[in-house]
């Protein structure tokens, strides 16, 4: 589909430049939006996207500047072209394309050419129309013509990707929208907070909304808000931001060339991008003046996590891991808006590891795909998901499975269940003694991938997987609130406009209604190829949501050892199940809701699951190359 847009891009481009006269240019010039509407010809459906384009005429009026940006549902597409006409000869060009003026009229030009449409070259016709205030290209192709795609604008004030300053009601109103929906649908939202409590943080964040502020700056207000709430699935999802608000506040050159982790609260360098020679373990000190600690205690304010003590969950988040550096990282995003590069550099004072000296240097600050590049030229290709499973048989007793997410519906060349299932046979047709699960990185997912394994490691019947109860504050949502919310699946919306049916909830308590009918997992009962050895699983602070409750059950059925630190989540339960979606509309902020909270069974601490084998990593871990859990469980191997 790219393909085809950017050819659409061309040809729109083209035929704007191609115009009656001079003159045509300075008509036109200015900002734009609207829809650009296309034929799929593999679904054989009609498909519209969001459409901005920006004119910019040349000193000469005999050409411009067309800057496109498509929102190709959350992913952006700009192209930027220069087109030129001649009145004269009666053509018009767009880079390596040609086209002859067919004819001109009051506000309407006719363009002629040809141009690869599916696999044939295909006679175009592109007809343009405009006034003052509209601009409209029919692209029409084969014979006789046929619709190929439409882009409808009207003029636009702003350029689309010039950052925003929002007035104080502008955020007055998003606040409201915000306030109402968390205190009408958010089901957790007085569990960790009272509603006395509550309404001083939703003060604090009014109290500073008395003057404009740049959007970044809201945004980050925002963020800091859903941060009090203590749920770790309500936050601002970057993957459901909108894609114009995510292209103008963190496309640009606002990122570190360096990935790393943190130990003991200093950043240690994992992966190097820069034209510094920085060896991996190094640590990072200060970047701009601002110590490693500032900047911690800085990005904690915008961290998600479930309870109270969630700290050592909160402060990973922080970490520049690859794998969430090269899809969207919290402190990719944040850190700019918190502390913003100075002319586009970052001044870094660092120890090196391998030489032991203190430095200070600057260097550029990159783009992520300059990033994403980079790094894959020093250290390989970016991992998939699928990288993310791997199984080996490290000895004869020794068997290593590692699992680094759960987003099982992001594999795609494994099937999970296959995946496992083919691993255990193989361990039990060896009779490997020793199992290692490494879920380090894993904050959640899929349950049903904890259930799976749950299986493989029983030797008896055990009781369900997962039980309890799925809860809710309101039995339909406010209907003023409609028009911002959104939510998965046909039947969670047609909930949100006609409400929760009434042979599907019960009274619960003062608080909450239970939705019927839900089922809980189910006992779980050992495979016949489940595992009779000694099994170990190496956890830490990101596990979180569905992985923390497989580790949990693991720790409560004793089905193995959990080495390594202290999880997120939360024993107390946790809000989740399925997920409304709010965009404030003067902002466009998206904050993920969950819909249910789900209770335990019985009433429990405000913790995660704490390690068996509590195992403390140290920052010269790193450039020693060290894994010190997997160190420690095959030391606890050996020995046995």
């Known amino acids: 589909m790219k393909t085809i847009i950017i050819y659409a891009i061309l040809l729109i481009s083209a035929s704007q430049v191609a115009a009656q006269n001079e003159t045509y240019f300075q008509k036109i010039a200015g900002n734009w939006e609207g829809t650009l509407e296309y034929l799929d010809y593999k679904e054989n459906k009609r498909v519209k996207l969001k459409t901005y384009l920006t004119v910019t005429p040349a000193g000469d009026g005999n050409s411009a500047e ?9 992913r952006i597409i700009k192209e930027t072209e220069t087109v030129k006409i001649d009145a004269a000869a009666g053509k018009y060009a767009a880079g390596k394309y040609e086209y002859q003026i067919d004819s001109i009229e009051n506000g309407k030009i006719v363009l002629l050419g040809s141009g690869q449409d599916g696999e044939k070259v295909e006679p175009i016709r592109e007809t343009i ?96 808000f859903t941060n009090q709430i203590y749920c770790g699935h309500t936050y601002l999802n970057p993957y459901n931001q909108d894609g114009i608000l995510r292209e103008r506040l963190f496309n640009g050159k606002t990122y570190l060339p360096f990935y790393f982790t943190i130990v003991g609260g200093k950043f240690i360098v994992t992966a190097n991008a820069s034209s510094n ?5 190094s640590e990072i000190q200060k970047i701009n003046g601002v110590s490693a600690k500032a900047i911690i205690e800085e990005l904690l304010t915008v961290t998600k996590g479930d309870g ?11 970490e520049l891991a690859r794998s969430e550096a090269e899809r969207y990282a919290l402190f990719d995003w944040y850190f700019p808006l918190f502390f913003p590069p100075k002319d586009d550099a970052f001044t870094i004072e660092a120890v090196d590891f391998t030489t032991r000296k203190t430095s200070k240097f600057q260097i550029p600050a990159v783009t992520k795909t300059e990033r994403t590049n980079e790094v894959a030229k020093r250290y390989g290709k970016t991992p998939t998901y699928d990288d993310g499973w791997k199984f080996e048989l490290q000895d004869n007793s020794t068997a290593y499975l590692k699992i680094d997410n759960s987003i ?21 047709a060896k009779n490997v003694q020793n199992l290692i699960i490494d879920l380090r990185g894993n904050d959640g997912g899929d349950m049903d991938v904890g259930f799976e394994l749950s299986r493989y490691l029983a030797k008896e019947k055990l009781p369900p997987y997962a039980e309890g109860k799925a809860l809710i504050r309101n039995i339909a949502a406010q209907p003023d609130l409609l028009k911002y919310i959104d939510a998965y699946g046909e039947k ?7 409400g929760v049916p009434a042979n599907t909830y019960r009274k619960y308590d003062e608080s909450y209604f239970e939705i019927l009918g839900r089922e809980n997992y189910p006992a779980v009962e050992p495979d016949k190829n489940n595992f009779l050895g000694k099994a170990f699983v190496i956890a830490d602070a990101s596990n979180a949501s569905a992985t923390f409750q497989f580790l949990d059950y693991v720790q409560k059925n004793k089905l193995a050892s959990v080495a390594g630190q202290t999880t997120g989540g939360n024993k107390q339960g946790i809000n989740g199940g399925n997920y ?61």
């Open 277 to 281: 020679n920085l060896a991996k373990g």
């Open 408 to 428: 099982t519906w992001r594999l795609k060349t494994i099937e999970f269940k296959e995946f496992l299932a083919n691993a255990f046979a193989e361990i039990k």
């Open 129 to 224: 129309t405009f006034n003052e205030n509209s601009l409209n290209f029919l692209r029409e192709t084969r014979t006789p013509w046929q619709f190929r795609n439409q882009t409808v604008l009207k003029r636009a004030a702003e350029n689309a990707l010039t950052k925003r300053i929002l007035t104080v009601a502008q955020m007055k109103e998003d606040f409201g929208i915000l306030k109402k929906t968390l205190t009408t649908l958010h089901p957790g939202i007085y569990r960790y907070q009272t509603p006395e409590s509550l309404e001083k943080v939703f003060g604090a964040l009014e109290s500073k909304l008395k003057n404009p502020l740049p959007e970044g700056e809201f945004f980050t207000l925002v963020s800091q």
């Open 580 to 640: 409304f979606f709010l965009r404030l509309p003067n902002s466009l902020v998206e904050i993920d809701i969950p819909i249910y909270f789900q209770p335990p069974p019985t009433p429990q601490k405000d913790e995660g699951v704490s390690p068996d084998i509590r195992v403390k990593r140290q920052p010269q871990d790193v450039g020693n190359n060290l894994d010190r859990e997997l160190l420690t469980i095959k030391n606890l191997i050996e020995k046995n």
């Open 308 to 318: 109270r003590n969630a700290a050592a969950h909160r402060r990973q988040s922080i």
């Open 66 to 74: 067309f800057v496109t940006i498509y929102d190709d549902f959350g």
């Open 492 to 498: 969670t919306k047609s909930i949100l406009t006609g």
